[in-house]
C-alpha cells in the first residue's frame, strides 16, 4: 500500500502508539518494581541496585570536580602568563617610547646647535 504524500512530513515525529507503548512499559516498571519491593529478597536486590546507582552518581560527581579543578588551574595559569606578556609587553612600549623621546630630544639639540653654527658662520 502506497504511503500518502503528508506522510512525509510526520516521519521524525513520536507515533501515538509508540507512545502508548511507551507509557504501558513505564507503568508495567513500576507495578514490577513495587512487586519486587514486596518480598525481602526483591527488596535486598532493588537496595542494592540503588546503592550501586549511588556510587556510580557520586564516581561521576566526583571525577566532574576533579576535572573541574583540573581546568581551573590550567585557566589560572593562562591567565597568569597573560597577566605577565602584559606586563612585559608595557614595559617594552615603555621603553622604547622613553628612547624615542631621548633621541629625538639630542637629534633636536644637535640640529639647533648646527643651525646655530651655521648662523654663527654665516654673520661672521
Given at each position: 500500500?502506497?504511503?500518502?504524500?503528508?506522510?512525509?512530513?510526520?516521519?521524525?515525529?513520536?507515533?501515538?502508539k509508540?507512545?502508548?507503548?511507551?507509557?504501558?512499559?513505564?507503568?508495567?516498571?513500576?507495578?514490577?518494581?513495587?512487586?519486587?519491593?514486596?518480598?525481602?529478597?526483591?527488596?535486598?536486590?532493588?537496595?542494592?541496585?540503588?546503592?550501586?546507582?549511588?556510587?556510580?552518581?557520586?564516581?561521576?560527581?566526583?571525577?566532574?570536580?576533579?576535572?573541574?579543578?583540573?581546568?581551573?588551574?590550567?585557566?589560572?595559569?593562562?591567565?597568569?602568563?597573560?597577566?605577565?606578556?602584559?606586563?612585559?609587553?608595557?614595559?617594552a612600549?615603555?621603553?622604547?617610547?622613553?628612547?624615542?623621546?631621548?633621541?629625538?630630544?639630542?637629534?633636536?639639540?644637535?640640529?639647533?646647535?648646527?643651525?646655530?653654527?651655521?648662523?654663527?658662520?654665516?654673520?661672521?
Amino acid at each position: 500500500m502506497e504511503r500518502p504524500a503528508y506522510a512525509d512530513d510526520f516521519e521524525g515525529v513520536v507515533s501515538v502508539k509508540s507512545l502508548l507503548w511507551f507509557l504501558v512499559g513505564v507503568a508495567g516498571g513500576f507495578v514490577v518494581a513495587h512487586l519486587v519491593n514486596k518480598d525481602p529478597r526483591g527488596h535486598e536486590l532493588l537496595a542494592e541496585v540503588d546503592a550501586r546507582i549511588s556510587e556510580f552518581t557520586d564516581a561521576v560527581g566526583d571525577a566532574y570536580r576533579e576535572q573541574e579543578s583540573r581546568f581551573s588551574d590550567i585557566v589560572g595559569g593562562v591567565r597568569d602568563a597573560a597577566a605577565d606578556a602584559l606586563d612585559a609587553t608595557k614595559d617594552a612600549a615603555d621603553t622604547v617610547a622613553e628612547t624615542v623621546s631621548d633621541t629625538a630630544a639630542q637629534t633636536v639639540d644637535a640640529a639647533t646647535d648646527a643651525a646655530a653654527d651655521a648662523a654663527k658662520k654665516l654673520t661672521d
